[in-house]
C-alpha cells in the first residue's frame, strides 16, 4: 500500500521568507500527487496536483511543487509566504494502479505552518 | 456555490446514543468519502462510496456505517458511538473515483463522545 510522509511535523518561517515543505511518498509506479491545505477552522482546500508531464507544478496561492522521481518526493515550496499561509499543510497520493480513486487519497500526517512577524 | 455540506458542525453526546453525520454535495460528484482527522494521524479514510448504492470500507471503517441511496448524500451512521471515535471528521466529493478529479471537502464536524 501508498504511504506518504511528510517529515516535519512543525514549521517555524518568518513572514516574506521561502519556503519549503517536504513530502515523500513510498509508491511503485507514478502516482497522483496533491498538496492540500487546512486553515483554523476549515475544511481542506487543494493548493496543486501532479498528474504527468512537467515536473514543476504550479498552484493557487503563490505555491509550487516539484515531483522528483528518483527521490520519491513532491516538495512544496513558495518564495515569500504571508501570514495568511499560517495552516496545516497535507500531502496526499492516490494510487492510480490499485483501483484507482477506489483506495481513496492516502494523506501524510501533516506539517503545521508557524509564520513569525 | 459549489460545495459540501456537513451537519453538524459540532457534536457532544455520550458513549452508546446513536447518531447520524450528514454529507451533501451539489456538484452531482459520483465519488464521496468519509474520513477522520485525529493529532499525529493526519486524515484517514472510512468509507467511501464509488456511486449511489456503492459503498466500500477505508482504513478505519469499524464503528461506522454509511449509505448512498441518492447522489448527492452520504451520511455517516455512529450506532454506538464510543470515546475514541471522538475526531474531527471530514466528508469529501470528487466528480469521479479515479484520482484523476480534484476532491473536494466539506468544513468538518467536530464531534466529542463523552
Known amino acids: 500500500a501508498q504511504s506518504v510522509t511528510q517529515p516535519d511535523i512543525h514549521i517555524t518561517v518568518s513572514e516574506g521568507a521561502s519556503l519549503e515543505l517536504r513530502c515523500n511518498y513510498s509508491?511503485?509506479?507514478?502516482?497522483?500527487l496533491f498538496w492540500y491545505v487546512q486553515s483554523p477552522g476549515q475544511g481542506l482546500q487543494l493548493l496543486l496536483k501532479?498528474?504527468?508531464?512537467?515536473?514543476l507544478v504550479q498552484g493557487i496561492k503563490g505555491f509550487e511543487a516539484e515531483f522528483k522521481r528518483s527521490q520519491s518526493s513532491f516538495n512544496l515550496r513558495k518564495p515569500s509566504v504571508h501570514w495568511s499561509d499560517a495552516a496545516e499543510y497535507f500531502c496526499?497520493?492516490?494510487?492510480?494502479?490499485?483501483?484507482?480513486?477506489?483506495?481513496?487519497?492516502?494523506f501524510g500526517k501533516g506539517t503545521h505552518l508557524i509564520i513569525q512577524p | 456555490e459549489a460545495q459540501v455540506t456537513q451537519n453538524p458542525r459540532y457534536l457532544i453526546t455520550v458513549t452508546g446514543k446513536k447518531l447520524t453525520v450528514t454529507c451533501s454535495q451539489n456538484m452531482n460528484h459520483e465519488y464521496m468519502s468519509w474520513y477522520r482527522q485525529d493529532p499525529g494521524l493526519g486524515l484517514r479514510q472510512i468509507y467511501y462510496?464509488?456511486?449511489?448504492?456503492?459503498?466500500d470500507k477505508g482504513d478505519v471503517p469499524e464503528g461506522y456505517k454509511v449509505s448512498r441511496k441518492e447522489k448527492r448524500n452520504f451520511p455517516l451512521i455512529l450506532e454506538s458511538p464510543s470515546p475514541n471515535q471522538t475526531s474531527l471528521y471530514f466528508c469529501?466529493?470528487?466528480?469521479?473515483?479515479?484520482?484523476?478529479?480534484?476532491?473536494?471537502f466539506g468544513q468538518g464536524t467536530r464531534l466529542t463522545v463523552v
Open positions: 509508491y511503485g509506479a507514478t502516482p497522483y
Open positions: 469529501a466529493s470528487a466528480l469521479s473515483g479515479t484520482g484523476a478529479t480534484e476532491a473536494f
Open positions: 496526499a497520493v492516490v494510487d492510480m494502479y490499485s483501483g484507482g480513486g477506489a483506495d481513496g487519497l492516502t
Open positions: 501532479y498528474f504527468s508531464g512537467d515536473t
Open positions: 462510496s464509488m456511486n449511489v448504492e456503492a459503498t
